[in-house]
C-alpha cells in the first residue's frame, strides 16, 4: 500500500509503520495510508526559519505577487485537483468550492495587500502620536514578522481551501508554515503543496507538509510560533491545553464546529419561508453538510412549523444521493467510513429529543452506486424538536453531515435564548421580509456569533449565502466555536506578526517608517516637487506656496460654481448669528484654492490626482483672510507594473496643511497623486 510522503526539510519522506489506511469514500477501495512515525521534528522546524528570513526580508508587495503567481499557477493545474477530489466524496460543486474557492483566496489577498499596504517588509499600524508638549517626542504601533513558524492544523472537510485560507496571509505576513492535513482529504491538501514547492515561486522552507501526526512539534515550539487549528471543539480544546502553549504563550488560533442557526423571523411572508427552506437543504447537502459553517438548528415560528417542515421536506426529497460521478447526482457520500459511523452516532443521540421526520440511519433510502452499502453515504435527515427549551441536546450535539432540527419558538426573547444554548457558533442566518426591522434581533444574537447573515427577497439576489466565509471578512466565533478569528482581510495578516509601540522623535520615526511624521526634519529645494520624478523626490520635501487672500467675490463666485448657497457663505444675517458670527467660505472652496497654489501647472512627471485622504475643516475662514499651503512628501510606494511595456510610476502621498495669516491650521488632509517614475 502506497505511503503518502510529507514535506520534511526539502525531502519528500514516508513515515515508518503501517499508518491510517484511508479508503475511497465512494467505492470503499483502499488509496494510501498516512504515517509520519519516525519524522523528525526539529530539523523542519530550522528549515522552516530559514525560509521565514527570506519571507521576512521580502516586502509586501513582493510577497503579494509571490502569492497571485502561485494562485496563477494552481489554477492552471485545477483539473488535476478536481480529479484527486472526487475520492474524497465531493460533487464537482463541492470541489469547486475547496479548489477555486482556495485559489481566489490567495488572489484576492495578493490584490487586498496591493491595493492598501506600501511597499515595506512591516507594516505601520496608525498615525503618529505626539507624546509631549512641543511635539518633540511621540508614538505609532509597528508590526514585524515573527521569526518564527507558523504551524496549521486543518480539517478533513476543505483540504485545499481550509489550508490556503490560513496559508494566505500567514505568507503575507512573511512567516513560513508548516501545514498538518487532517488524514482524510490528506492526498489532495499534499497534491497542492506538491505543485507549490516544485513552481520554485517560494522561498527554500517556507512550506512544509506532515501527512500523519505531528510527533513531537508542538513540544519543540517557542515564543515567536503560531498554531492555528480547524476542527472539532474537542480537539481544539484539547489541543490549546497543551503545557507548551501556556509555557510560552504561544498565540493558538481555534475555528471549531459550531451548532449554526437559521431563523426564520416572526412575521416573515412565502417569499422569505421559500428563502429560508432553500438555505437549510443547501447547507445540509452541499459537501454532505460536512461544513464548519452548516446549519444544525433551525428557528421557527411555532406558528409556521408545518409550513416550512411541508415544504423542507418536499425540497429534500428531490436530492439524488449517490456516486458524485454519475449523471444527475446532486449529493456525494460523507467523506470516510469513519466519518459515517460517528454521523449515526449523532442522529442517535439527538433521536433521544427529536422526532426523525425524514432520513436517519434506521431508514432505507436509495443511493445511485454501483455498490452503496461500500460508500459512506448517508441521506438528508431532518429533525424536529417540539421542545427546544427542555431538550439540551439540540443545541450542544453536532451531527457532522446531512443533518438538521427543526426547532418552533413563540417569542423572540425565547428565541434570543435558545440560539444562546448553542454557546457560540460561526455563523447564524436571519431570515426575513424586505423591509422588517430585525434591530433588536441582530442585538442579542451578534455576541454569540462570528458573521450574522442577513437575508431577505433584495440581498438574496446576490447574497453568496449562509456558509461561505469570505476573505474580507472574520471567520471564525465565540465559545464553542473556538472564540478566534481566520480571514477578515488585513486582521489575519496581523495576527503572524508582532505589534509593537514605537516610542521616538519625529525625525527618528520617519526614519524608521519611511514616511514623514509631522515635527520631523524637512528640506526646500528651488525646484518644484511637481517637477521632479518618483526617485528624485525625498521624504519630507517641502514646498511652502505663495499666499492668497480670500474676497467676498471668491465666495459667492464658488457659491455659483458649485450651487451650494449655504447661509453660512451667502446670507449676512444668519451668518452674524451663527457660531462662526460673520460669513465664511465654504471649506471646498479652501480645498479648491490650496490646489491651485501647491499645482504646478505645466506637463510633467505628475500623471494624476490619485485621491485624497483625511480631510479635517479646523478652523473657519472668512472673508479677508489669508490663506499659505505647505506641501510635504510624507510617503512613496512603487507600483509594479502589469506588463512590460506599461509607464514605470509610483504613489506619492502629500501632506497638506493650509494656514491662516495667524500661523493656524484650518485645513489639513493628505493627497495621492500619481508619479512618473525613470526607470
Not at 409556521?304 to 449517490?322: D, F, I, N, P
Not at 454521523?343 to 425524514?358: D, T, Y
Not at 499651503?629 to 509594479?640: A, N, S
Request: overall charge negative; aromatic content about 6%.
Amino acid at each position: 500500500m502506497e505511503k503518502l510522503k510529507s514535506y520534511v526539510s526539502g525531502q519528500w519522506l514516508a513515515g515508518s509503520g503501517e499508518g491510517r489506511l484511508v479508503r475511497h469514500a465512494v467505492t470503499g477501495a483502499p488509496l494510501y495510508a498516512v504515517t509520519s512515525e519516525g519524522l523528525e521534528m526539529a530539523p523542519m522546524l530550522a528549515y522552516a526559519r530559514q525560509g521565514g528570513k527570506a519571507l521576512a526580508a521580502m516586502s509586501f508587495h513582493q510577497r503579494a505577487m509571490m502569492l497571485k503567481n502561485l494562485a496563477s499557477h494552481l489554477t492552471a493545474q485545477k483539473e488535476d485537483f478536481y480529479a484527486l477530489s472526487g475520492a474524497t466524496g465531493a460533487t464537482r460543486k463541492d470541489s469547486w468550492i475547496d479548489i477555486e474557492g482556495g485559489f481566489a483566496t490567495l488572489f484576492t489577498y495578493s490584490s487586498l495587500v496591493r491595493r492598501e499596504l506600501s511597499d515595506e517588509p512591516f507594516l505601520v499600524e496608525d498615525a503618529w502620536t505626539p507624546l509631549s508638549r512641543k511635539g518633540g517626542f511621540g508614538a505609532r504601533h509597528v508590526l514585524t514578522p515573527k521569526p518564527g513558524v507558523a504551524v496549521h492544523i486543518n480539517a478533513f472537510n476543505f483540504p485545499i481551501w481550509g489550508m490556503l485560507e490560513k496559508l494566505a496571509p500567514t505568507l503575507l505576513a512573511g512567516m513560513p508554515a508548516i501545514i498538518k492535513p487532517a488524514t482524510d482529504g490528506a492526498r489532495l491538501a499534499q497534491a497542492v503543496l506538491q505543485s507549490a514547492v516544485e513552481s520554485g515561486i517560494l522561498p527554500a522552507g517556507a512550506l512544509q507538509i506532515i501527512c500523519g501526526g505531528v510527533n513531537d512539534l508542538l513540544d519543540l515550539l517557542g515564543p515567536q510560533d503560531v498554531v492555528t487549528f480547524t476542527g472539532s471543539a474537542h480537539t481544539g480544546q484539547t489541543l490549546r491545553a497543551h503545557p507548551n502553549f501556556n509555557r510560552h504563550s504561544i498565540p493558538f488560533t481555534m475555528e471549531a464546529d459550531s451548532v449554526n442557526s437559521a431563523i426564520l423571523a416572526e412575521g416573515a411572508g412565502d417569499e422569505a419561508i421559500a428563502l429560508f427552506v432553500r438555505e437549510i437543504a443547501r447547507e445540509m447537502t452541499v459537501k454532505a453538510g460536512q461544513k464548519c459553517t452548516a446549519i444544525r438548528r433551525a428557528f421557527v415560528p411555532r406558528c409556521q412549523l408545518e409550513q416550512v417542515k411541508s415544504a423542507l421536506l418536499a425540497r429534500l426529497g428531490k436530492v439524488v444521493v449517490g456516486d458524485p460521478a454519475r449523471e444527475g447526482v446532486t449529493m456525494g457520500p460523507l467523506a470516510s467510513l469513519r466519518q459515517l459511523e460517528d454521523v449515526k452516532a449523532r442522529v442517535e443521540q439527538l433521536s433521544a429529543q427529536a422526532e426523525i421526520l425524514c432520513g436517519g440511519h434506521l431508514t432505507p433510502f436509495e443511493v445511485q452506486a454501483d455498490e452503496p452499502e461500500k460508500g459512506a453515504f448517508y441521506p438528508p435527515t431532518v429533525l424536529l424538536c417540539h421542545q427546544p427549551k427542555e431538550s439540551p441536546a439540540v443545541h450542544n450535539t453536532e451531527a457532522f453531515g446531512p443533518v438538521c432540527t427543526l426547532l418552533p419558538y413563540d417569542s423572540e426573547d425565547e428565541l434570543a435564548e435558545l440560539v444562546a444554548r448553542g454557546e457560540g457558533s460561526l455563523v447564524a442566518s436571519v431570515v426575513f421580509d424586505a423591509g422588517q426591522d430585525v434591530t433588536a434581533l441582530v442585538g442579542s444574537l451578534a455576541p454569540w456569533h462570528g458573521r450574522l447573515h442577513l437575508l431577505d427577497p433584495i440581498s438574496a439576489e446576490e447574497s453568496t449565502g449562509h456558509g461561505s466565509p469570505l476573505p474580507h471578512l472574520v471567520h471564525g466565533g465565540p465559545g464553542r466555536a473556538g472564540g478566534g478569528q481566520e480571514l477578515g482581510g488585513l486582521r489575519a495578516v496581523k495576527h503572524y506578526m508582532q505589534r509593537t509601540a514605537v516610542q521616538s522623535s519625529p525625525g527618528a520615526m520617519s526614519q524608521l517608517t519611511h514616511s514623514w511624521n509631522p515635527g520631523a526634519p524637512v528640506q526646500q529645494d528651488r525646484v518644484h516637487p511637481f517637477r521632479k520624478y518618483f526617485e528624485e523626490l525625498v521624504i519630507g520635501e517641502r514646498l511652502l506656496t505663495a499666499r492668497r487672500t480670500v474676497t467676498e467675490a471668491d465666495v459667492v463666485n464658488f457659491a455659483c460654481l458649485s450651487g451650494d448657497h449655504f447661509y453660512a457663505h451667502m446670507d449676512k444675517v444668519a451668518a452674524a448669528e451663527s457660531l462662526f458670527g460673520e460669513r465664511v467660505a465654504h471649506g471646498y472652496f479652501v480645498v479648491s484654492a490650496a490646489a491651485g497654489l501647491f499645482v504646478d501647472a505645466a506637463p510633467g512627471p505628475v500623471i494624476a490626482n490619485y485621491g485624497m485622504e483625511g480631510l479635517r475643516f479646523i478652523e473657519p475662514v472668512k472673508i479677508g483672510d489669508t490663506i499659505q499651503v505647505e506641501l510635504t512628501c510624507k510617503q512613496k510606494t512603487r507600483k509594479p507594473k502589469r506588463n512590460p511595456e506599461d509607464l514605470p510610476q509610483g504613489v506619492v502621498v502629500w501632506d497638506i496643511k493650509v494656514k491662516n495669516q495667524r500661523d493656524q491650521v484650518v485645513a489639513s488632509y493628505d493627497i495621492l497623486t500619481l508619479i512618473e517614475a525613470r526607470d
